[in-house]
Nanobody
Framework: QVQLVESGGGLVRPGGSLRLSCAAS????????MGWYRQAPGKQRELVAS???????TYADSVKGRFTISRDNAKNTVYLQMNSLKPEDTAVYYC?????????WGQGTQVTVSS
């Protein structure tokens, strides 16, 4: 059974930080690149960060230098450390396999950046 469970979202002021966690089923985590996506109201879901099984990372330009993705392969968990948050980072954040046409999603976790 495929499972993705995101947590760690919340309300934070601009400039603040949050750390998101995603616990995944071994079947979709092992040997796969994993990603953090986000979807803001009225916008399409976008990939903001990805990490390969061996740890190589990529970031969207909008979050580069502020967000850090990491993974713990022993725990089937991927993390997203978000610093210097901006109002435009407000969205529902999802994790999932970092590949085109991914169909596996969790419930997401809401991140709201507002003063």
């Amino acid at each position: 059974q495929v499972q993705l469970v995101e947590s760690g979202g919340g309300l934070v002021r601009p400039g603040g930080s949050l750390r998101l966690s995603c616990a995944a089923s071994r079947s979709i985590f092992t040997n796969n690149a994993m990603g953090w996506y986000r979807q803001a109201p009225g916008k399409q879901r976008e990939l903001v960060a990805s990490i390969m099984w061996v740890g190589l990372t990529t970031y969207a330009d909008s979050v580069k230098g502020r967000f850090t993705i990491s993974r713990d392969n022993a725990k089937n968990t991927v993390y997203l450390q978000m610093n210097s948050l901006k109002p435009e980072d407000t969205a529902v954040y999802y994790c999932g396999p970092a590949r085109a046409g991914n169909i596996y999603w969790g419930q997401g976790t809401q991140v709201t950046v507002s003063s």
